[in-house]
Nanobody, 124 residues
Framework: QVQLVESGGGLVQAGGSLRLSCAASGGTFSRYDMGWFRQAPGKEREFVAAISWSGGSTFYADAVKGRFTISRNNAKNTAYLQMNSLKPEDTAVYYC?????????????????WGQGTQVTISS
């Protein structure tokens, strides 16, 4: 079972940037696809971005496309989410998660292991 720990959240002004990290341990990180999700207060969890096990394929929600970039370094067992041009509506707790290859990257139900989350707050 892979354990995940997110970091890098914080408070920034609209238009600013943050880089989230997701460190994995306890398993073979490179075996898994990896995704980022977020949940704002009073809202359901939503898909943000995902990356295939090799890093060769990436996927984004329309709301973040062109502003966020997902990447991974399998040698370091770490994935990243670079967030630029941040907006107040990006405010949420951000979670990373891993899943087995082959299933949908968009559904949170496909992901087996989750981190504890990191808070991102964007002020207007």
């Amino acid at each position: 079972q892979v354990q995940l720990v997110e970091s890098g959240g914080g408070l920034v002004q609209a238009g600013g940037s943050l880089r989230l990290s997701c460190a994995a341990s306890g398993g073979t990180f490179s075996r898994y696809d990896m995704g980022w999700f977020r949940q704002a207060p009073g809202k359901e969890r939503e898909f943000v971005a995902a990356i295939s096990w090799s890093g060769g394929s990436t996927f984004y929600a329309d709301a973040v496309k062109g502003r966020f970039t997902i990447s991974r370094n399998n040698a370091k067992n770490t994935a990243y989410l670079q967030m630029n041009s941040l907006k107040p509506e990006d405010t949420a707790v951000y979670y990373c998660a891993v899943k087995s290859r082959g299933s949908s990257v968009y559904s949170g139900y496909e992901y087996a292991s989750w981190g504890q989350g990191t808070q991102v707050t964007i002020s207007s």
